[in-house]
């Protein structure tokens, strides 16, 4: 099994490139100047994104090839206060150099929309702000001009009360939901609320793939042994295709799993700052003789750090074949 690893967002080894750079709301609505004050929001996404492409550029001098874009490139972008404001216009040249360098150099870039956007919601306001924020990270992807195998990867939601009728609840709303977002949309098993199994259970209903988080099974199961579910789990990712990545256009993509380490103890739902080996190999171990390749999102605090510590720590292991800097092969035994 070819296994590749990514991390999300920020880089703890490239300075002074953060893709979330923002002006605070408050501030906005201080500018007396509202269309200045708009072109500075703009400005500082143009500034984002191109942070964006300098660590694209570090992932390519590594061979990383997975990565999860932050979804705070455009301040502001989505506020009530800005209802009707459209950037990506503005920054099309910026999306379109980002998204070209991701493609011509094969890399799997995805976005991860935040904890707020949930179709299992109750409320009309909140589903139809879950709508419209799933559709701008979809028009984002567009904009970079990468295919339906980038991403948008979001929980289930809240049980608000009742799981069965919550279940019910986001299968109702995904049917309801833009298309391109749609066809891009990948659910993951969270560490409080819906287990992996119940996840799979909505992914096999609604028909998009599943993103394992390792870790999240770890803290919330019910006793299911996930090296069990992993073939039901693996089988939501068939007929996704590579569309956007010129070495692989048209072959399978291949599943995606979320890893982290407890922080500690007494905190084993935060997440560590590197990711502890023996369990992710014991893993990776029991899935490699029915999974040709898996890709591995690390969310570690230590971000791209913990990617080289990880594969540091994997070097010595037996059945493991280094590959390059950010991928290795582990071999059935």
Not at 40 to 55: D, M, Q, S, V, W
Not at 275 to 286: M, S, T
């Amino acid at each position: 099994m070819i296994v590749r690893l990514g991390y999300v967002a920020m880089s703890t080894e490239v300075k002074n490139a953060s893709p979330s750079k923002t002006m605070t709301a408050t501030l906005f609505s201080q500018l007396n100047d509202r269309e200045a004050a708009v072109r500075k929001l703009e400005r500082i996404g143009a500034e984002n994104l191109h942070n964006t492409l300098r660590l694209l550029r570090h992932n390519r001098a590594y061979d990383i090839k997975v990565y999860r874009y932050s979804s705070k490139l455009i301040p502001l972008l989505g506020h009530d206060m800005l209802e009707g404001w459209d950037p990506i216009p503005a920054l099309a040249a910026e999306f379109k150099e980002v998204g070209d360098y991701a493609k011509l150099h094969g890399m799997r870039t995805s976005f991860h929309p935040d904890h707020f956007t949930v179709l299992s919601t109750p409320r009309k306001d909140v589903l139809l702000k879950s709508y419209a924020d799933l559709e701008r990270h979809a028009a984002m992807l567009e904009a970079m001009g990468l295919g339906e195998d980038a991403k948008l990867n979001i929980h289930v939601g809240g049980t608000y009360g009742d799981k069965p009728k919550a279940a019910k609840r986001f299968v109702a709303h995904f049917a309801d939901l833009n298309e391109s977002a749609r066809r891009r949309l990948t659910l993951e098993n969270d560490d409080k609320t819906f287990t992996a199994r119940e996840t799979l259970e909505i992914c096999e209903k609604v028909g998009v793939p599943m993103v394992l988080d390792v870790h999240h099974h770890q803290v919330n199961n019910e006793g299911e042994d996930i090296l069990e579910l992993w073939p039901r789990i693996q089988a939501t990712w068939k007929g996704q295709l590579c569309v956007s990545l010129p070495d692989s256009a048209d072959q399978p993509l291949p599943p995606k799993i979320h890893v982290s380490s407890p922080k500690n103890d007494k905190d084993i739902r935060s997440h560590a700052d590197y990711v502890d080996a023996g369990p992710l190999l014991e893993f990776f171990r029991g899935i490699a003789g029915i999974t040709p390749r898996l890709d591995v999102m690390i969310e570690a605090k230590m971000k791209d750090a913990a990617l080289f510590r990880l594969m540091k720590d994997l070097e010595p292991e037996k059945g493991v074949d280094i590959l390059t800097e950010a991928s290795v092969q582990i071999n059935v035994p």
